[in-house]
């Protein structure tokens, strides 16, 4: 493979990601928080609209620091903003890392509210390895009733009949297991019709070609993601587990018998997980 060719701020802001985030992964499988909170800068709310959007947070479960932080677009009507979609969304970091407040998904999820002119609900879920499977599905699927049997009283100015649940790397997979589950269920208000799934994290035992040909990718490395997959699965799993590998041979859902919604998969060049993202899509497709 031929070099990645980034411009050179583009390369220094990876580089620092990638030093920094490894000096917080210690070989037993645990995190240095301390470190990682020193340079994961947060923001808080604010109900004056900044980049035309304003937020705000709001407290699901207290006793699992499970909470959403709402970003609501300021340049549409009264009439316009009970038509505007929800998209409930959920933050990548191998499942280890960041938080709806982060600045950098403070600044995302802003950016794509105000774009898509869209309601974003942006979830604060428990961390691995401290929280293993299923704690961050287990948070995302009670974020999604919370919204579901709150709705009105929460006053959120959206269409609650165009609801997507969307997510980034691990938050892509998060999203992934969330719509599964809430495809087995009926809901009084939220009727999901897509799921947006960013570079999903997702993998297997196997190695794939895009394993070696973009082992050295920026931010990422083979060995990176097999740490993950170490701290969040349970003690003595492999990657297929279902967690992981969604349609492997030990996945016991049938996904053909839920309401399964239509998929946009959004994939990266130099992912190196972009095969197992590519046939979990193709294995949808065909079912």
């Not at 995302?140 to 009733?145: D, R």
């Not at 709705?151 to 959206?158: G, V, Y």
């Not at 035992?205 to 993601?225: C, G, Q, V």
């Amino acid at each position: 493979m031929s070099s990645v060719k980034l411009p050179l701020k583009l390369h220094l802001l990876f580089s620092l990601d990638y030093f920094l985030t490894k000096a917080c992964r210690r070989s037993n499988g645990t995190v240095n928080r301390r470190l990682h909170n020193l340079f994961d800068l947060k923001t808080s709310p604010s109900k004056t609209p900044r980049k035309g959007v304003s937020t705000s947070d709001t407290i699901i479960n207290s006793s699992t620091n499970l909470w959403f932080r709402l970003y609501t677009p300021h340049s549409t009507n009264n009439e316009e903003k009970r038509n505007l979609p929800i998209i409930i969304y959920f933050h990548g970091g191998g499942f280890a890392f960041f938080s709806a407040s982060s600045i950098v998904y403070d600044i995302w999820c802003r950016r794509l509210s105000n774009e898509l002119q869209a309601v974003i609900v942006s979830v604060n879920y428990r961390l691995a390895p401290e929280h293993k499977f299923p704690s961050q599905y287990e948070d995302g699927f009670e974020a999604l009733k919370f919204l579901d049997e709150n709705f009105d009283r929460l006053s959120i100015n959206a269409n609650s009949g165009l609801c997507f649940l969307a997510g980034d790397s691990a938050g892509g997979n998060l999203a992934h297991h969330v719509s599964v589950k809430a495809g087995e269920l009926t809901f009084s208000k939220l009727k999901i019709i897509g799921l947006i799934a960013i570079q999903p994290f997702f993998g297997g035992e196997e190695r794939t070609e895009a394993d070696f040909l973009h082992s050295k990718a920026p931010i990422m490395t083979l060995h990176f993601t097999d740490w993950y997959w170490k701290m969040f699965l349970p003690d003595g799993s492999d990657r297929d587990h279902p967690a992981a590998n969604v349609f492997g041979h030990k996945s016991c859902t049938d996904i053909s018998q839920v309401e399964f919604p239509e998929t946009l998969l959004l994939t990266g060049g130099f992912d190196m997980l972009k095969n197992w993202q590519r046939r979990s899509f193709l294995d949808t497709l065909c079912l």
